[in-house]
């Protein structure tokens, strides 16, 4: 079945040290995206990318890293430099056309707690 | 800065009553308008979708949505709640056809049965 997988699903860190967290997508999409869910304040962008090879701040981005070296995968670092780390993750993807843009199939995303 | 704002963070509701979440956005011009909820345990999915056309798009379970240009508006609607619309819903926005997508807080919705 097509989607996208995030892994891990908990993830426990000390303070002071960095976390990637997994996502890849079956789907054939060219975009893909990470936002954070904390209670009250919605779903926050991270970090998003077009296509392969490129990607943009969204507007949290500070103390997070992302890569995008192949299509169906996007993984973000959670660096020691995030002041508030504790949250849950969501790994989102889309077609990359400008008409249609914004229609996101998302992972069950990663629950990451700093000790 | 772009900005989609929800006004009603907690809604309880009886079964059969009727649902109406607000949804507003920042700025005008091209926009592509979202609804996605998140059942308890469950990802996020689309409830319903606005690109272009009539303003009045239906979605999955029976909801609905009306796009309102002038207002800025995309409020959701269902005429009878169900026990099992509990969840929390998402107003979304893209502007200008491009790729980042903006969220609302969200409203968590509970339905007393």
């Known amino acids: 079945d097509g989607g996208i997988t995030q892994s891990p699903k908990y993830l426990f860190r000390k303070e002071g040290q960095n976390v990637t967290l997994s996502c890849e997508q079956n789907?054939?999409?060219?975009?893909m995206y990470w936002y954070r869910q904390d209670p009250g304040q919605g779903l926050r962008l991270i970090y998003y990318s077009q296509i392969v090879n490129d990607f943009q701040k969204g507007d949290i981005a500070e103390g997070y890293s992302v890569s995008r070296e192949k299509k169906e995968s996007f993984p973000l670092t959670v660096t020691s430099a995030q002041k508030n780390p504790t949250a849950f993750y969501l790994c989102?993807?889309?077609?990359?056309?400008?008409?249609?843009?914004?229609?996101?199939?998302f992972g069950e995303g990663s629950r990451l707690t700093v000790l | 800065a772009q900005s989609v704002s929800q006004h009603n963070h907690h809604v309880i509701l009886s079964e059969a009553a009727s649902l109406e979440l607000g949804c507003n956005y920042s700025?005008?011009?091209?926009?592509?308008l979202f609804w996605y909820v998140q059942y308890p345990g469950q990802h996020l999915q689309l409830l319903l979708k606005?690109?272009?056309?009539?303003?009045l798009v239906k979605g999955i379970k029976g909801f609905e949505a009306e796009f309102i240009k002038s207002k800025f508006s995309f409020n959701l609607r269902k005429p009878s709640v169900q026990w099992s619309d509990t969840a929390e819903y998402f107003c979304a926005v893209v502007w200008g056809g491009y790729q980042k997508v903006t969220f609302g807080i969200g409203t968590k919705l509970q339905v007393i049965p």
């Open positions: 789907l054939n999409h060219d975009a």
């Open positions: 700025y005008g011009g091209t926009v592509n």
């Open positions: 606005y690109f272009s056309g009539d303003p």
């Open positions: 989102a993807s889309s077609i990359r056309h400008r008409g249609s843009g914004g229609e996101l199939f």
